[in-house]
């Protein structure tokens, strides 16, 4: 398997406080990204890094931000978290080969908020 | 990306073989057609991906004709541990940095 983890893996918490979920790799990839999974939904992306600094939005990146201040490290956070937000959360990482898309994900992340 | 079309669900007994096609019209001369599996409570995981005509791996096989504009997934005699969500996506590394993923295909396999 990727060297990816996510932490925590599960977390129970109320309307309005911060969160943050990370991300982390082994790997050394250039890539990374957030994305949710809900029933009827799929998997959605959040938001996505190109590098370190770099980031840019997914399709569902209203409520979160993110940041990458090192190759290995992925945050996302929800400042002020709401129900709807309640959801599982997968990270993964992307290298660079020149050919196709080839993602390798996380464990994912249990988030539920009351 | 390249927008693609699969079936929602498909539902097979064990022991079939199981296709799954995917439909990509728009896909670009420098794009790889990429399949991933997803397992309740897990993340997607990579099965197989291909270019052009056959690829087989120890999981499955991957049939791409010559016009590229469809693949078909080929599960060799499934058992139901093989009951998972199957993504088909397209696209390049050189092109593409945002990867979206649809809703797949949810397969369901019988006893």
């Known amino acids: 398997d990727a060297g990816i983890t996510q932490s925590p893996r599960h977390k129970v918490t109320e309307t309005g406080t911060p969160v943050t979920l990370r991300c982390h790799q082994t790997?050394?990839?250039?890539?990374m990204y957030w994305y949710r999974q809900d029933p009827g939904h799929g998997l959605r992306l959040i938001h996505y890094s190109y590098g370190v600094k770099d980031t840019d939005k997914g399709e569902v990146s209203d409520g979160y931000s993110v940041s990458r201040s090192k190759t290995e490290d992925f945050l996302l956070t929800l400042e002020s978290a709401t129900s709807s937000q309640t959801s599982v959360y997968f990270c993964a990482i992307k290298g660079t080969s020149g050919r196709g898309d080839t993602q390798y994900f996380g464990p994912g992340t249990r988030l539920t908020v009351l | 990306l390249a927008k693609t079309t699969q079936p929602i669900s498909m539902d097979s007994y064990e022991g079939q073989e199981v296709n799954i096609t995917c439909s990509h019209n728009n896909i670009a001369t420098n794009d790889y057609i990429t399949w991933y599996q997803q397992f309740p409570s897990q993340g997607p995981r990579f099965i197989i991906q291909?270019?052009?005509t056959k690829v087989t791996n120890e999981v499955a096989s991957l049939f791409i004709p010559a016009d590229r504009k469809s693949s078909t997934l080929s599960l060799p005699r499934v058992s139901l541990s093989d009951t998972a969500v199957y993504y088909c996506?397209?696209?390049?590394?050189?092109?593409?940095?945002?990867?979206?993923f649809g809703k797949g295909t949810r397969l369901h396999i019988l006893p």
């Open positions: 291909g270019y052009k």
């Open positions: 790997e050394n990839h250039r890539y």
């Open positions: 996506l397209v696209g390049s590394s050189n092109r593409d940095d945002k990867i979206i």
